[in-house]
């Protein structure tokens, strides 16, 4: 379980196209800064077909803004 103090270093993303884009997507989200945590989110509400949800938790803070 995360603290309220680091919620901010949480980002979700949604929409991605259910091509098995994770390691795509890991490595376009590294250049905002180390990528600590990508968890694909299992039956995220509302969420259209063929689509995934994914939980990014970032190092710092500064890296998630």
Do not use: C, Q, W
């Not at 376009?28 to 939980?55: C, I, M, Q, W």
């Not at 190092?59 to 998630?64: A, H, L, Q, T, Y």
């Amino acid at each position: 379980m995360y603290t309220v103090a680091s919620e901010s270093k949480h980002l979700l993303i949604f929409g991605v196209p259910d091509l098995k884009l994770r390691m795509e997507l890991k490595s376009a989200l590294s250049k905002y800064g180390r990528v600590k945590k990508l968890v694909e989110v299992a039956d995220y509400p509302n969420s259209e077909a063929f689509t995934k949800a994914y939980h990014v938790l970032y190092e710092e803070i500064r890296n998630s803004r």
